[in-house]
């Protein structure tokens, strides 16, 4: 077992996780993150900045920031709910865009990574299918273009198993070629809660790197590698084996603390190991065997629809002064 923190979080995608383990394993807050939260009817937000190389280290996470959106209630299908959470996105976005220096006519390529054929990974290319592209207007007729739209364009360029090549290749081809001010890239996450799978949105300003939620990195997309900003939109979609083992041995302590004081009969040595230690012991059992699976939920085909079209309709309408921020569902095709 190790006491390495990355390794110990690299089940998460998520910054707002990282975040939770390292502190609840150091028992304070960490040096150099700064966080604040806001809650309306169901929506949580929490804006996180990870200000240190030191702090980055401890979540081994990029330094940045990161506005994280959770909604537990997106499991129950409400569709008014929905609305919300994509009017609430988009203005988070739209904030986040104006904190960064993008302008109301910067040009912007959103990149829709993943798997169109495997579900749980195809969060990216279906919010290219239902993302508001305008480019081609610009480029054949500007003078028909009304106020309040920007130029966008939009691509999913599959995955290197499929292609041959590199998503971060084609993409930089693409930049190289239409000069956009900003990209976004959309990607499924991984996560350690079962409870943030589909209910999550994360948006951070320190790009993306295909395939780091399954432990498969890829050449990123970041600002460095492609020339312009990147901004990440992800979505927990999966979680290991054993997080969920994990997870579950701490619920059989709480069930069991409920009945009698003397759990350490019942649970042993593993009720005394911290998280950190029992997670890896838990690998430690299932790696050899094959049996660390990614796991997604049952119901994921209409999870994966529903949460792609909150973040397609967002981003429409944070994109586009003219798309009503009030009514965004409506700019989804």
């Known amino acids: 077992m190790t006491n390495d923190y990355p390794l110990y979080i690299g089940s998460t995608d998520l910054a707002l996780e990282a975040n939770e383990l390292v502190s609840r394993r150091l028992g304070t807050d960490v040096t150099g993150i700064k966080q604040s939260f806001d809650e309306d009817h169901g929506i949580k937000v929490t804006l ?10 401890s979540l081994g ?6 506005v994280t959106l959770e909604v537990p209630g997106l499991r129950k299908k409400d569709s008014s709910l929905q609305d919300r959470v994509a009017t609430r996105f988009a203005k988070e976005f739209a904030g986040f865009l104006t904190r960064i220096g993008i302008k109301a006519d910067d040009r912007i390529l959103i990149v829709g990574l993943g798997n169109d054929h495997v579900t749980a990974d195809a969060l990216g290319p279906i919010v290219v299918e239902n993302t508001m592209v305008t480019r081609h207007y610009f480029e054949l007729m500007p003078d028909q273009i009304h106020p309040g739209y920007r130029e966008v364009s939009a691509v999913a360029p599959g995955v290197l198993g499929m292609t041959g090549i590199e998503s971060s290749e084609i993409v930089q081809g693409i930049v190289d070629l239409t000069h956009p001010d900003l990209v976004i890239a959309i990607d499924s996450l991984a996560s350690r809660s079962l409870d943030r799978l589909n209910t999550t949105i994360q948006i951070a300003d320190t790009g993306i790197h295909p395939g780091s939620g399954i432990g498969n990195k890829r050449k990123g997309l970041t600002q460095e590698i492609l020339g312009v900003p990147v901004v990440a939109i992800g979505v927990p979609t999966v979680v290991y084996a054993s997080t969920i083992v994990d997870s ?3 619920l059989m302590v709480n069930h069991f603390q409920k009945q009698t004081k003397n759990t350490v009969s019942i649970m042993g040595l593993l009720e005394q190991l911290n998280n950190g230690e029992r997670l890896e012991l838990v690998r430690e059992v ?3 065997i094959g049996q660390d699976l990614l796991v997604t939920p049952k119901e994921i085909d209409q ?3 529903d949460i792609a079209n909150i973040i397609a309709s967002g981003l ?5 002064e003219a798309v009503d921020s009030g009514n965004v569902a409506a700019y989804t095709h």
Do not use: Q, V
């Open 48 to 57: 996180l900045d990870i200000e240190t190389d030191e702090a980055a280290t």
């Open 303 to 305: 999870f994966i629809e």
């Open 316 to 320: 429409n309408a944070a994109l586009h």
């Open 248 to 250: 579950s041995i701490d």
């Open 286 to 288: 299932l790696n050899p």
């Open 61 to 66: 996470k990029l330094k940045g920031h990161y």
